[in-house]
């Protein structure tokens, strides 16, 4: 049975209640869920009713395929002026001795240890320390360009941009203008958390708030530039806050259309000031991204981030919204396996992750930050021959 027919099976059910009936004729008609209905959702969406009109909402948009790019990480820091009761990953200043410090070139020789890889994509993202300020960043920035310009950077989180722009006294718009001469071309979506101020001030108290993380995507999206958002999910919000969250997602995407991916992201507990806080289960990681998928109709792709969660809920994400699995990225990363993470040393090869889509009975695309195809791994098998071939291709093209 196809996702159409699913959804119509549904639809006849009458032991569904009026309220859930109503959501799915809404999602057959590709009409909007209101904010009570998203709270309906999480509050009495089953896992397997979810899955139904999650993937009825996939497959429209994208049928089989599922994408993922070939990237690496770079953390210049894990020292941080902000103490966010999640985070694993910082140490605050006063704890120096367990931290480390990159300096420009460690990360312009981090970028070099790449050269030969087909990577498309670097993604930098750490701690906020005074000595990263904006002249640094728009040197990185500037200098990786220089040195392989087709290596697409996307870069720093309102987090950091809201503490340098402060501190260098530009404004916002100002500041992304100057951040996209110097080469940045996209905006991770981290730093977002949760959004409500009941939330967020206990849990990332003094960062940039909602309103100021909203501001600086809407300048960037302004320069016609495009960005991610993520949700950390599963601590101590209730489920209004998770729509309020993607609610004033929706409405400013319907505004600038300049988010790309919605990434939501399952707190870990482990080794930080939140950890007598349990953690979600699989069963609520589904229903989230289903829910994500079902809320959030105007943001084209809903990532699963494999290396946060186990590569088997990654595959059951499939079945459930996702349409992105992230990237190949290697073990420079740190911040979720000091949270807890499944994946302790994250990485996998391009044959792996096409292999875990395809298990699955996706069709698994490589595609760049964009979501420009650059491979189409739906006939691929991957003999040594092949595998040389697609290592070798978009090296060709730098
Ligand atoms: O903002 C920190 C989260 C985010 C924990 O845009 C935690 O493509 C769970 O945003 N448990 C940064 N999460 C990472 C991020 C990201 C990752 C992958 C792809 C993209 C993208 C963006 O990590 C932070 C915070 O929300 N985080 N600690 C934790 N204990
Ligand atoms: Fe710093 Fe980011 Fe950790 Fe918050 S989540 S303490 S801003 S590194």
Same mark, same amino acid.
Request: contains cysteine; glycine residues 6%.
């Given at each position: 049975?196809?996702?159409?027919?699913?959804?119509?099976?549904?639809?006849?059910?009458?032991?569904?209640?009026?309220?859930?009936?109503?959501?799915?004729?809404?999602?057959?008609?590709?009409?909007?869920?209101?904010?009570?209905?998203?709270?309906?959702?999480?509050?009495?969406?089953?896992?397997?009713?979810?899955?139904?009109?999650?993937?009825?909402?996939?497959?429209?948009?994208?049928?089989?395929?599922?994408?993922?790019?070939?990237?690496?990480?770079?953390?210049?820091?894990?020292?941080?002026?902000?103490?966010?009761?999640?985070?694993?990953?910082?140490?605050?200043?006063?704890?120096?001795?367990?931290?480390?410090?990159?300096?420009?070139?460690?990360?312009?020789?981090?970028?070099?240890?790449?050269?030969?890889?087909?990577?498309?994509?670097?993604?930098?993202?750490?701690?906020?320390?005074?000595?990263?300020?904006?002249?640094?960043?728009?040197?990185?920035?500037?200098?990786?360009?220089?040195?392989?310009?087709?290596?697409? /950077?996307?870069?720093?989180?309102?987090?950091?941009?809201?503490? /340098?722009?402060?501190?260098?006294?530009?404004?916002?718009?100002?500041?992304?203008?100057?951040?996209?001469?110097?080469?940045?071309?996209?905006?991770?979506?981290?730093?977002?958390?949760?959004?409500?101020?009941?939330?967020?001030?206990?849990?990332?108290?003094?960062?940039?708030?909602?309103?100021?993380?909203?501001?600086?995507?809407?300048?960037?999206?302004?320069?016609?530039?495009?960005?991610?958002?993520?949700?950390?999910?599963?601590? /101590?919000?209730?489920?209004?806050?998770?729509?309020?969250?993607?609610?004033?997602?929706?409405?400013?995407?319907?505004?600038?259309?300049?988010?790309?991916?919605?990434?939501?992201?399952?707190?870990?507990?482990?080794?930080?000031?939140?950890?007598?806080?349990?953690?979600?289960?699989?069963?609520?990681?589904?229903?989230?991204?289903?829910?994500?998928?079902?809320?959030?109709?105007?943001?084209?792709?809903?990532?699963?981030?494999?290396?946060?969660?186990?590569?088997?809920?990654?595959?059951?994400?499939?079945?459930?919204?996702?349409?992105?699995?992230?990237?190949?990225?290697?073990?420079?990363?740190?911040?979720?396996?000091?949270?807890?993470?499944?994946?302790?040393?994250?990485?996998?090869?391009?044959?792996?992750?096409?292999?875990?889509?395809?298990?699955?009975?996706?069709?698994?695309?490589?595609?760049?930050?964009?979501?420009?195809?650059?491979?189409?791994?739906?006939?691929?098998?991957?003999?040594?021959?092949?595998?040389?071939?697609?290592?070798?291709?978009?090296?060709?093209?730098?």
């Amino acid at each position: 049975m196809g996702s159409d027919d699913k959804l119509k099976w549904l639809i006849a059910d009458e032991t569904l209640g009026p309220e859930l009936r109503s959501i799915a004729v809404k999602v057959s008609r590709g009409e909007r869920i209101s904010f009570a209905e998203g709270v309906t959702l999480f509050e009495k969406g089953e896992l397997g009713y979810l899955g139904v009109l999650a993937n009825y909402i996939r497959e429209k948009k994208h049928g089989n395929v599922t994408y993922f790019n070939r990237n690496f990480h770079i953390e210049p820091t894990n020292l941080c002026v902000y103490d966010c009761k999640f985070c694993s990953y910082s140490r605050l200043i006063k704890e120096r001795d367990q931290g480390w410090e990159a300096t420009m070139d460690d990360m312009l020789n981090t970028v070099s240890k790449y050269d030969q890889e087909p990577v498309t994509e670097v993604h930098i993202v750490g701690g906020v320390l005074p000595q990263y300020n904006m002249a640094f960043y728009m040197e990185l920035f500037s200098k990786i360009k220089q040195h392989r310009p087709n290596l697409h /950077i996307k870069a720093l989180t309102p987090v950091e941009y809201h503490y /340098i722009f402060k501190k260098a006294k530009v404004d916002y718009a100002m500041g992304m203008q100057m951040m996209k001469e110097a080469g940045l071309e996209s905006m991770p979506g981290g730093g977002a958390e949760i959004f409500h101020p009941e939330i967020r001030e206990q849990i990332a108290k003094d960062k940039c708030n909602a309103e100021q993380w909203l501001q600086i995507h809407e300048e960037w999206h302004k320069l016609g530039m495009h960005s991610n958002a993520t949700m950390l999910y599963g601590h /101590i919000e209730k489920f209004w806050h998770r729509v309020d969250h993607m609610e004033r997602l929706r409405q400013l995407q319907d505004k600038t259309g300049g988010f790309q991916t919605f990434i939501p992201l399952k707190f870990r507990n482990q080794d930080n000031q939140m950890s007598h806080v349990p953690e979600s289960s699989v069963v609520e990681d589904l229903r989230n991204y289903a829910i994500s998928r079902i809320y959030l109709d105007n943001f084209p792709h809903i990532k699963a981030y494999w290396a946060m969660i186990s590569r088997d809920t990654a595959q059951l994400s499939l079945g459930f919204g996702v349409d992105d699995i992230d990237g190949t990225l290697d073990d420079t990363t740190k911040i979720y396996s000091m949270a807890g993470a499944e994946e302790k040393n994250p990485g996998m090869t391009t044959q792996q992750l096409v292999e875990l889509i395809k298990a699955v009975g996706r069709h698994p695309v490589e595609r760049d930050t964009l979501y420009h195809v650059i491979t189409d791994f739906k006939e691929v098998e991957f003999t040594d021959e092949k595998k040389q071939i697609y290592y070798q291709l978009p090296v060709l093209n730098q």
